[in-house]
RNA sequence: GGGAGCAUAGCUCAGUUGGUUUAGAGCAUCUGCCUUACAAGCAGAGGGUCGGGGGUUCGACUCCCUCUGCUCCCACCA
């Protein structure tokens, strides 16, 4: 194998990837071992990877990974999502870049060039994500718009139809002028906008006729005069009460309109006056419901005013508002302008104005799927990780609006309502069957007489069925149907890791869907991972090149040094701040390990070699260090703490293994190994190489496969993840003691310029006992640590505390007096305050009194440490007075 | 406007029912080293009183109140 100082990912990570795919390693079937299931959130099928997609997905490869080696078959369903609005925006964009505007096509030749589209780049997501050894079961990808889960959507609407829970009404929608389509609430982002706000003369009419008198009413839409239905005022407004019963003119129109009264009119906002514009305004809408208003639409679905405007008929919406407004000032209906800033809703999609819109849409009814879905996680069926986002969710689902499932798109599920010539449908799975159906109520009817509703369902729609119809597509729409072999063996699956901007669309949704047609809930923990932004906080976009391409930067720095680099600074739920640093440092770790090994294949076995004293130490030493690491990761495991357990071992590999346990195991220069400590030595790599494999996939590989002779066809995939197997506790204090000492020596060898290769003796006081001296000769270079009653008969050298044990290390230099009387003078004062505070603590009877045993005994045991080293030092100062 | 959350070393974050924490880690910084696995490295060092104020308690980074600053979600008053 190559054995360059330098570790490179480039030449390893595809050589493993295709080794993995080869040997099918990654596939799952039903068997008796217990199921870890994980199915991806599928990304957007025209999507391309970003660094929210590495976050996402190296924290499911590291569980799905982990699962395994723990021993469980593990599953994790890739795939992707039709996306209907964003997929239909770019085909849309892309065959105007070719000259052919969509509405010069057919619904069918649109679809041909939208598959076609998908056919070229769906997917690239896929392959982009192998590159970072995500360990997905391939074969089971699957494509939101495949056939069987189209089908599963259709029979699911069906279901919901002839259950009750789906209707048709009009309804004021968020419309898209450039879409040209309804998008959900959700879809819908408020930013402050710079606006104007027009007061507007309203004239009072007399029989029809202008009078003199009138009325100022605020608002940030004037071309929507025309379509005002009343003037309503506040009935506990004493300044309009002379309105009452009185009519209004609209502007320019001259239209007259009733004056109504509602408590929804705010008295001291703009004039206490609103214009009721029931066709263009969510809250005017409902306004007019109540005093039964007629309802004037006079904007089309481009956003351009209509026949029924009367005036700038054809006129695009702001435009009009330009025009009219020169037209209102001109004729005297304008009292004031002034500019307001307000928060204007925009298309998550298409950045374009949302119109509020009249519209027959299809409806989902929702409390009832909703309080079944918000009862599984207030009683912890399900799991939110972190818990904070439950109060979020509940929030939501007690206040959750029925669902708007069509959008006016071509690529999707089309609903499956088919009309009759009469404007009667029926809703049926297919056109034969709902063919059957219409010749039930009309019996004279012709198959092509049927016209299919033109909408397509919202891709949420479909992808609330995902971890149910990924496995099997007939059930969903079937709440009695046996599930089928893949869906009773998977099915709950275990984690979910998400984003929390989509708790709402799709977790919850995936909840109600799963208790709906499989009576359980669809997984079990809801991991959410936060936002990936820049170092300075910005999220990353395109727009500000603030983002990384992951690809890039994986051949940079090697996949397992970019997932490293993301998962060190990862806390469920919160954001992530990413720099390039993190990746280095990830690089960094992947190149320590590298070196690591290359020492270790280095060494060449004696056969007349006996094991040292420090090696014999050291083996003692790691042995329950290495246990007691894996006891901590398992419990930040168990806790979701990604970022915890990674630096645990991160730590336990470069300075426990490589700082500390090597440098004591490594032969002398140029002299052999005995067989017992590198026998120990692989068996720790091997170990430190299972626990980081799911980490990196890999750089462990590569190094699992060179460790000792492998057969082909295995894998550090499927070997036993290490599990806790008890440690010493005395041993490792022992050793903390010795690495203490080591490092007082190492530190007085700095400051008094003694080189490391000088050898130098070692005293400790007679209390003082370990089984790690041997280890503490080899690394602070010392020759011996003799045992005395005292120290006062040494006079020149230097002298440290560890704990509140004693060490001196005579030396034929003289120790600076001044400095050192200073240092241990700071040191006593430190000591003395300390003490001060234990002292009042303890003679403060309610503390006795009240604190728990083990609490008090910790004090006192503060308060001796502290008199004995006060003490301690206090005879060093003496002596280098003395001296 | 309603709700939730955050504020701990230069940066990114831990700190698990208040007491083995005299507040930890990683990165960065500083000093000295090309020591025969690794300069993407080695050895050592410095750095915070836990946003401000008040309270509860024998004891508070940890609980309560309040102020300040930031983030997110929901609703969007024309």
């Known amino acids: 194998m190559n054995i360059s100082a330098k570790y490179d990912p480039s030449s390893v990570e595809d050589k493993w990837y295709a080794y993995w795919l080869k040997n099918k390693f990654f596939h799952s079937e039903p068997n008796d071992k217990e199921p870890y299931t994980i199915v991806i959130p599928p990304p957007n099928v025209t999507g391309v990877l970003h660094m929210g997609h590495m976050l996402n997905n190296t924290i499911q490869d590291v569980l799905v990974r982990r699962a395994r080696m723990k021993g469980k078959n593990a599953c994790w369903v890739p795939g992707t999502d039709h996306a209907s609005i964003a997929t239909e925006a770019k085909v849309v964009a892309k065959l105007k870049a070719e000259g052919i505007e969509k509405s010069s096509l057919t619904r069918e030749e649109f679809l041909q060039h939208a598959w076609a589209w998908r056919e070229k780049h769906g997917g690239i997501i896929l392959e982009q994500l192998k590159k970072l050894g995500a360990s997905c079961d391939w074969e089971r990808t699957k494509f939101t718009m495949d056939e069987p889960l189209s089908r599963a959507v259709i029979n699911t609407f069906v279901y919901f139809y002839k259950k009750g829970l789906i209707y048709r009404g009009v309804r004021m929608v968020n419309w898209d002028p450039e879409g040209l389509t309804a998008v959900s609430d959700e879809e819908v982002i408020h930013k402050e906008t710079r606006s104007k706000l027009y007061y507007l003369r309203y004239y009072l009419s007399e029989n029809g006729r202008k009078s003199d008198k009138y009325i100022v009413i605020a608002t940030t839409r004037p071309e929507t005069i025309m379509a005002d239905a009343a003037v309503c005022i506040n009935p506990a407004d004493g300044r309009y009460h002379y309105l009452k019963g009185k009519k209004i003119l609209i502007p320019l129109l001259n239209k007259e309109i009733p004056v109504i009264e509602d408590d929804y009119v705010t008295m001291d906002f703009g004039t206490g006056c609103l214009k009721v514009t029931p066709a263009h305004d969510v809250n005017d809408y409902e306004i007019g419901l109540r005093h039964n208003l007629p309802v004037l639409d006079i904007i089309d679905e481009h956003g351009r005013l209509n026949e029924k405007a009367v005036i700038l008929v054809g006129e695009e919406r702001f435009a009009a508002r330009k025009k009219i407004v020169e037209m209102l000032r001109e004729q005297g209906y304008m009292e004031k302008e002034e500019d307001y800033l307000s928060q204007v809703g925009y298309s998550e999609r298409t950045n374009a104005v949302i119109e509020p819109r009249l519209s027959l849409q299809w409806f989902l009814k929702m409390d009832e799927l909703a309080a079944k879905a918000l009862k599984v996680v207030e009683d912890g069926e399900i799991k939110l990780i972190p818990d904070k986002f439950r109060n979020t969710y509940r929030h939501w689902m007690e206040n959750v609006r029925d669902w708007c499932i069509s959008r006016q798109l071509w690529w999707g599920q089309r609903i499956p309502a088919y009309y009759l010539p009469d404007g009667r449908f029926v809703v049926e799975p297919t056109l034969d069957e709902a063919f059957e159906a219409a010749r039930k109520i009309m019996p004279e009817i012709r198959r092509e007489d049927l016209r299919q509703d033109e909408d397509v369902l919202d891709t949420w729609f479909s992808s609330w069925l995902w971890p149910i119809s990924v496995f099997d597509p007939e059930k969903p729409g079937f709440p ?98 990413f720099d390039k640093s993190q990746v280095e440092q990830g690089r960094n770790f992947a190149n320590k390990i590298w070196n690591a090994y290359r020492l270790i294949q280095g060494w060449e076995v004696g056969p007349e070699s006996r094991q040292n004293e420090y090696q014999k130490c050291a083996v003692d030493w790691f042995e329950s260090r290495l246990n007691k690491c894996i006891e901590e990761m398992d419990a930040n495991f168990a806790k979701f703490r990604l ?241």
């Not at 490391?756 to 089984?771: G, P, Q, T």
């Open 643 to 883: 970022s915890d357990s990674l630096m645990a071992l991160y730590k336990l590999f470069w300075d426990d293994f490589c700082a500390w346990y090597l440098e004591l195991a490594k032969p002398s220069f140029g002299e052999k190994i005995d067989s017992i400590t590198y026998g120990a030595t692989v068996k720790f790599f091997d170990a430190l190489l299972k626990l980081l494999h799911p980490y990196m996939p890999f750089i462990t590989e590569e190094l699992w496969q060179n460790l000792e002779a492998r057969k082909e066809g295995e894998t550090i995939m499927f070997s036993e993840m290490p599990s806790c197997k008890g440690y010493d506790p005395e041993l490792l204090e022992d050793f903390e003691h010795a690495q203490q000492i080591v490092m007082n020596v190492r530190n007085i060898r700095q400051s008094k310029g003694i080189a490391s290769k000088e050898r130098l003796s070692l005293y400790c006081k007679e209390n003082y006992r370990s089984k790690m001296n041997a280890a503490v000769l080899k690394l602070a270079n010392i020759d011996e640590i003799s045992a005395r009653k005292s120290f006062d008969d040494c006079s020149m050298g230097a002298d440290f505390m560890v704990s509140t044990y004693e060490f001196f290390i005579p030396l034929n230099t003289h120790v600076n007096a001044g400095e050192e009387i200073e240092k241990i003078n700071k040191e006593i004062e430190y000591l003395e305050k300390f003490l001060k505070g234990v002292n009042a603590k303890l003679s403060n009877e309610k503390f006795v009194a009240n604190a728990p045993e083990s609490v008090v005994a910790m004090e006192r045991k503060k308060q001796s440490d502290a008199q004995t080293k006060i003490e301690n030092l206090k005879n060093r100062l003496c002596k280098l007075i003395k001296d």
């Open 480 to 577: 009695d149907r046996e599930p089928n072999r893949e869906l009773a063996y998977y099915y709950p699956t275990n984690d979910l890791i998400t984003a929390p901007e989509i708790l709402f669309f799709w977790v919850a949704r995936m909840i109600m869907a799963g208790e709906e047609f499989t009576g359980r809930i669809p997984f079990s923990n809801v991991y959410l991972t936060g936002i990936v932004r820049d170092k300075f906080g910005r999220k990353m976009s395109k727009q500000l090149g603030n983002s990384p391409d992951p690809i890039e930067l994986m051949k940079e720095y090697g996949a397992d040094g970019v997932r490293v680099g993301m998962l060190l600074c990862t806390t469920a739920g919160n954001d992530i701040m």
